[in-house]
């Protein structure tokens, strides 16, 4: 079964950091290209992230230099490290590759 399940999420501080996970099965992590996304509420979802099959990641503006994508192929995993959060990053945040269907997400909530 094809399918991804995200992790990590919480409520974090501005200026905190967060790791979010994602857990991939049925599928081999380090053969797609895999990306991040997030919804804010009463927001359109956004993408965010990717890293390809030769670990060349891109990043929305406004992130670039805040997160961070990875991938652990041992693991099967791919991660998103944020750091210097702001209330604006609140959102549902997700992972996913072409064949897979929306996971579940994981909620981010970025308040003092």
């Known amino acids: 079964q094809v399918q991804v399940v995200e992790s990590g999420g919480g409520l974090a501080q501005p200026g905190g950091s967060l790791r979010l996970s994602c857990a991939a099965s049925?599928?081999?992590?380090?053969?797609?290209?895999m990306n991040w996304w997030r919804q804010a509420p009463g927001k359109e979802r956004e993408w965010i992230a990717i890293?390809?099959?030769?670990?060349?990641?891109h990043y929305l503006d406004s992130v670039k230099g805040r997160f961070t994508i990875s991938r652990d192929n041992a693991l099967n995993t791919v991660y998103l490290e944020m750091s210097s959060l702001k209330p604006e990053d609140t959102a549902v945040y997700y992972c996913k590759a072409s064949l897979t269907e929306w996971g579940q997400g994981t909620q981010v909530t970025v308040s003092s």
């Open positions: 049925g599928f081999a992590v380090s053969q797609y290209r």
């Open positions: 890293i390809t099959t030769e670990d060349i990641t």
